[in-house]
């Protein structure tokens, strides 16, 4: 469902699963899903995570009565501190990438 005054390109999907936000230097940091894009992803971590920074992560797919692992990357757009968690939003580097 997209609302009107929503400047969003794509339409979200909410998902719950735990990520590993592997960061460039090197970085692992738990994150909670919180929704998905086919350009991106809005996690809510416990550490702030500076924009521009390059972030490989996997989602876990069910797919029938087994589960992928799909790799994904991205880059870091905006972190924003809320409720003492900060709100990340990862767009994926190209279309390939998740």
């Known amino acids: 469902m997209k609302i009107e005054n929503d400047k969003r390109r794509h339409e979200r999907m909410d998902i719950k699963q735990v990520l590993e936000l592997s960061t460039s230097e090197g970085a692992v940091i738990n994150a909670q899903g919180v929704n998905i894009s086919e350009s991106g992803l809005l996690c809510r971590t416990d550490m702030e995570i500076p924009a521009g920074t390059f972030i490989m992560f996997k989602l876990l797919i069910p797919s ?3 589960e992928m692992l799909i790799p994904c990357e991205g880059i870091v757009l905006k972190c924003s501190e809320k409720n003492g ?3 990340v939003v990862i767009d994926f ?3 390939d990438s998740c």
């Open 64 to 66: 029938g009565k087994s």
């Open 85 to 87: 968690k900060f709100d």
């Open 93 to 95: 580097t190209d279309s």
